[in-house]
């Protein structure tokens, strides 16, 4: 009896990735078989087509490319990408127009900026949201929160942000070569040396370090606990399949830090559920974020949640999504915050919704516009826990 079985619709210009492996859970994608399914599928006539691969005895059964249809035998794993090679989507991605810092700012800066993913803000919301969310919830019912401390907390996302893209591309940079969409990266592709990132890093945690002793000592200890995650993260996903859930852990850490430098400790009841429903958010949005990545993180060996859950994505991150909102929910419940709130959270689960429903999985440029869309389902969730304090 066949170990896997699945039938699954293929567009034009669709390739597979299989490997055979003897455990689902640990597949070994040492030597994936990339193959286009209409290469092998005779237009003239319905019959079968058989494929052996090196490896591998077992077979793969091809329908002719009138039916659309691939029928996999003997594969226990099946990944399906679309091919950016003939299409206009890499084009696209290939002839990107140049970013404000290519254009402003003075060229011997440039690889810095870039390196510090200043052209790319979307990752300093996603890490000042939690952030935010916490400190507008520490606030007093009836009272904004402290302006101070979110343009201190909005200076260090952007500071840690960038520390923790440099500490990526310093311990990723033999991987990100191997890697499309990070081989132009400024370390990787030798136009900063290692020396000068790390350089730049001790400049960012200096920067950083100044913020946090504008804080409490509370919230200094808390903050500087925060460093193990931030500097381990980037190897995660050489151990585990799961280095989006540790991201989480990491990415969050300023629900935590936010409370604590308002109110001077934590209140679990309130803080706990706030960051686990960061963690879950993260999950979301960076299983979608890693599947613009599949097809090179298989060829390089490196994990991820989107190889993890293959063809059950959706079905994952609406398990995370709910979990997301109703931590949310239940850390409004504590901290007995006004009816707004709940009126932009489901606002807010309208958004997470439609990313999970509407995103193509096989569309590195749906990916990553699902992916930046965060930043609405963030400012929702803000824009509650503001008018739940002052309604």
Request: net charge positive; aromatic share 12%; proline share 5%.
């Amino acid at each position: 009896m066949a170990l896997y079985r699945r039938s699954q619709v293929f567009r034009r210009h669709s390739i597979a990735v299989l490997y055979p492996s003897d455990n689902l859970k640990n597949p070994s994608p040492t030597s994936p078989l990339i193959i286009n399914p209409f290469q092998y599928s005779s237009s003239s006539s319905d019959h079968d087509n058989y494929i052996h691969t090196p490896n591998s005895k077992k077979s793969l059964t091809f329908y002719s490319p009138h039916s659309s249809r691939i029928e996999i035998l003997g594969f226990q794993q099946v990944l399906h990408f679309s091919t950016l090679a003939n299409s206009e989507e890499k084009k696209n991605h290939e002839q990107q127009k140049p970013s404000w810092v290519d254009t402003y700012l003075p060229q011997r800066i440039r690889p810095y900026a870039h390196l510090a993913r200043l052209d790319k803000p979307i990752g300093t919301w996603l890490l000042a949201w939690p952030c935010m969310w916490s400190i507008a919830l520490a606030a007093p019912q009836g009272s904004l929160p402290d302006v101070k401390m979110m343009t201190l907390f909005g200076c260090g996302a952007l500071l840690l942000r960038g520390a923790g893209c440099t500490i990526n591309d310093l311990l990723d940079r033999d991987i990100d070569t191997k890697v499309e969409r990070t081989r132009s990266r400024p370390v990787a592709s030798g136009v900063l040396t290692p020396f000068q990132g790390l350089t730049f890093l001790g400049v960012q945690l200096l920067l950083g370090l100044g913020i946090l002793l504008q804080l409490n000592n509370y919230s200094r200890i808390l903050g500087a606990s925060s460093l193990l995650l931030v500097f381990s993260y980037p190897l995660m996903k050489r151990w585990t399949f799961w280095p989006q859930a540790y991201l989480g852990l990491t990415f969050n850490w300023g629900a935590l830090l936010g409370w604590a430098a308002i109110q001077g400790s934590i209140d679990p009841s309130v803080v706990l559920p706030l960051y686990a429903s960061g963690v879950f958010w993260t999950l979301v949005y960076d299983t979608i974020y890693a599947h613009q990545d599949k097809e090179d993180d298989l060829k390089v060996g490196v994990k991820s949640t989107a190889l993890r859950f293959g063809d059950s994505t959706k079905e994952w991150i609406s398990g995370f999504g709910l979990a997301c909102i109703s931590s949310l929910a239940l850390s409004g419940v504590n901290a007995d915050i006004g009816w707004p709130y709940y009126a932009f959270l489901t606002a807010a689960s309208g958004q997470l919704a439609w990313q999970i429903w509407t995103v193509d999985l096989s569309s590195r440029a749906d990916c990553n516009r699902k992916f930046n869309s965060n930043k609405w389902f963030g400012a929702f969730v803000f824009g509650g826990i503001l008018f739940g304090r002052l309604l």
